[in-house]
Structure formats: structure tokens, C-alpha cells
């Protein structure tokens, strides 16, 4: 008889929080000015980043409507 342990299940679904962001990650997703960078630089950026700040474009465009 074996047990297999699945270690990193499929169903997990990440929680980054960026929708309710604590003050420090916030504060570096925002200070973080994208068109600024060249493409080396860009390509080094946390996913977190980018999905914050789309976020916060999309958020001004629901508003906008």
C-alpha cells in the first residue's frame, strides 16, 4: 500500500489581496512608474505590480461610466 501526499494541490488559488492592498505593498506597486522603464528593467517586475496597477486603471474606468 502507498499514500501519495499531494504537496501542491491543482485547486489552490492564489490571494495577492491587491483589491485591499496593506499600506506597504501599495505604496511600492505606486511608486513603481512603468513607462519609465526600459525593457530589461520592465521585464524584472513583480506580477503583482502590473496586476495592481491595471487593476487601478480599470477601477478609474468603472468610475468613469
Not at 31 to 45: F, Q, V
Amino acid at each position: 500500500m502507498f499514500i501519495v501526499v499531494e504537496s501542491k494541490p491543482d485547486n489552490s488559488l492564489d490571494d495577492l489581496r491587491i483589491n485591499q492592498p496593506w499600506p506597504e505593498l501599495q505604496e511600492y506597486c505606486e511608486g513603481i512608474d512603468l513607462k519609465e522603464l526600459d525593457d530589461e528593467s520592465h521585464a524584472h517586475i513583480p506580477y503583482v505590480v502590473l496586476l495592481y496597477q491595471i487593476l487601478q486603471e480599470w477601477k478609474k474606468t468603472v468610475s468613469d461610466i
